[in-house]
């Protein structure tokens, strides 16, 4: 089968004693320490208009929102399976070729999955990864008021880069990089291990908008959230920043800043960006000192 | 969330360590030996009719497809992940109610999932499972000319069923447990278990019928295969058996049958039923001594 293929030559031949895509399940050894589970899906039509990127994109952003759920935690994506729904007659082969773009990018080879028909073209990812060592998972509940805010990057880019491609596309290189960013989001992998080594205490990753999703992490741990400041990408809107989504940085809380700003630099990784601190009042979320604007998108079906 | 307090309820609190539905990723202890891990889908309209069951039906479909392919070489499922697409106004709870009860059934809890919305349900399991000891999986792949075949249980039930629903539902106890059967179908786990340490040389679920099941195993291992008997649910036709599916027992090659028949007799499982054997020529596919008929369900997109 042609996409059997692509994935194969994606992911290369298994190691000896493992078993990749074929048989009734896929064997593969062990990780180091704890195992980390994610999963996500991409629809067509709710999370990428077709219309506007391409079938390769909505295998790369499948694959790619799901390792970076796997980051998120401080872990090391291993393995994926990837199942794909799609109406016959869909190009199978470009949506899996950004899948295998992505799984070769990001480490994180495609050992198994399903292929089935459907109205809607539809990709879910699930990964499984590996948590080194014997330091905790960093989850979002592990705030504690006094923790200073970090993120791993300016934010908006993706919702600005949608919004040119509705407009009509880029004009520019500063806009076909805002587009880039749309189509092809980055996970911020070492970021994240690098954070848990630092003593991160909190972390998540930023799917749903900056607002949402600080809103959670406060809800989680149990602390306030005052914001100073929202880095924006260039050519986005502070909007965009607080309630786009999709842009993948890591919202990171700590209690030492200096250690991570070392770490982040000793691994020569973009300084991460003050944003804010946890406060003790849990009932707080505010933005240079007003009301946090309830931006943020949300999967809602009932 | 309401789905989260099924999932929760059905699943119980995660042992110490391990964080599963709420955070970015699952994280649980790694179980023994080699990791397992294996996918599928089901679509209503293509794998159920929701008009002839229920939305708990395909829930609980999803998942035990998901755990007979773990079963199927030989592993014990550990952890799920679940992931439904669906339009707003969906049943959520009645699905998940079914996917919570074969969860519980297969021991295996779902430890994480995503929602979203979508113009069809869908249901996308993944799971992990473990191979315990050094032996390796049983693959589709391992059979050699001369070993004996056998099946776990007669075939043909859920295709039988669904022609009874078709039909206006059942008349009898006969036809009301071959509904079950469509409905419900079991993962035969403790038999694949049993299977690989009495040393069988290759097993798969008969997902697809017989008769293309056989022949996949057949193309895995190079060799021919010759069916002597096909072992027919009471009220289901050799043809459905042949060609229905989703009945998921499971196909098992070995050399040595009086091992693999007292190994199950041990573990008050069901005798294995003989079926045929493998050969030397691997263009063979009969069945008492005819060309074996070509039937069997194909999952085709293209």
Chains 1, 2 share one sequence.
């Not at 050992?111 to 539809?122: I, K, L, N, R």
């Amino acid at each position: 089968m042609r996409i059997t293929a692509i994935v194969e030559a994606a992911s290369g031949p298994p190691p000896a004693g493992e078993v990749w895509v074929g048989d009734d399940a896929a064997i593969v050894a062990p990780g180091d320490g704890l195992l980390v589970l994610a999963t996500d899906a991409s629809v067509a039509g709710v999370h990428a208009d077709l219309a506007l990127v391409g079938l390769d994109d909505l295998g790369w952003k499948a694959l790619t929102a799901t390792v970076s759920d796997i980051g998120a935690v401080g872990g090391r994506p291993r393995h994926a399976l990837v199942t794909v729904c799609a109406p016959a007659g869909t190009d199978l082969e470009h949506l899996m070729r950004g899948v295998a773009e992505a799984s070769a990018r990001w480490t994180c080879p495609v050992v198994g999955g399903d292929v089935t028909a459907a109205d809607q073209v539809m990709v879910s990812v699930a990964a499984t990864g590996a948590l080194a060592g014997t330091r905790p998972p960093v989850l979002r509940s592990g705030a504690s008021a006094g923790d200073q805010l970090f993120v791993t990057g300016p934010l908006g880019g993706s919702a600005a880069g949608l919004r040119i491609l509705r407009a009509g596309g880029p004009g520019n290189a500063g806009e076909a990089a805002l587009v880039a960013s749309h189509r092809r989001p980055l996970a911020r992998l070492t970021e994240g291990q690098t954070a848990r080594a630092a003593g991160a205490t909190a972390m998540m990753d930023i799917s749903d908008g900056l607002a949402l999703d600080a809103h959670r992490l406060a809800v989680a741990s149990g602390v306030g959230i005052e914001l100073d400041d929202v880095p924006v990408a260039a050519g986005a809107s502070e909007e965009e920043a607080l309630g786009g989504g999709e842009d993948y940085e890591l919202l990171v809380a700590v209690a030492d800043p200096r250690r991570m700003a070392s770490s982040f630099a000793a691994a020569t990784l973009r300084p991460p960006i003050a944003v804010g601190r946890c406060t003790t009042d849990a009932s707080v979320r505010t933005l240079r000192g007003s009301p946090l604007p309830p931006l943020g998108y949300e999967h809602r079906l009932e």
